[in-house]
């Protein structure tokens, strides 16, 4: 069973930077498609980006196209949320989802993951 733990989550001030990461405690990384997902107060968790295990295929949500790039180190066992541009509207709590398979595809649906992490807080502040 994998295990997930993100990071680099903070307070940013609006029109700033973070970079979120998700370590995956298993040598199997590679077989691995990944998400991103958040889930603002009061608000149902909902899908941010999405990377297939091969590295090939991304998803975004519209919210976030052009600020917010998904990518991949395999040989870390990581993956990235680059988020640029933040606004106050992207606070919440980010989690980092895993869906183990044979095919390489691209997972928008939080319950075709089955691998979580435990969240990590960005707060923007206008």
């Known amino acids: 069973q994998v295990q997930l733990v993100e990071s680099g989550g903070g307070l940013v001030q609006a029109g700033g930077s973070l970079r979120l990461t998700c370590a995956a405690s298993?040598?199997?990384?590679?077989?691995?498609?990944m998400g991103w997902f958040r889930q603002a107060p009061g608000k149902e968790r909902e899908f941010v980006a999405a990377l297939s295990r091969s590295g090939g295929g991304t998803n975004y949500a519209d919210s976030v196209k052009g600020r917010f790039t998904i990518s991949r180190d395999n040989a870390k066992n990581t993956v990235y949320l680059q988020m640029n541009s933040l606004k106050p509207e992207d606070t919440a709590v980010y989690y980092c989802?895993?869906?183990?398979?044979?095919?390489?595809?691209?997972?928008?649906?939080?319950?075709?993951?089955?691998?979580w992490g435990q969240g990590t807080q960005v707060t923007v502040s206008s």
């Open positions: 298993t040598r199997t990384f590679s077989w691995y498609n």
């Open positions: 989802a895993g869906d183990f398979s044979l095919q390489s595809r691209v997972r928008v649906r939080a319950t075709e993951y089955y691998y």
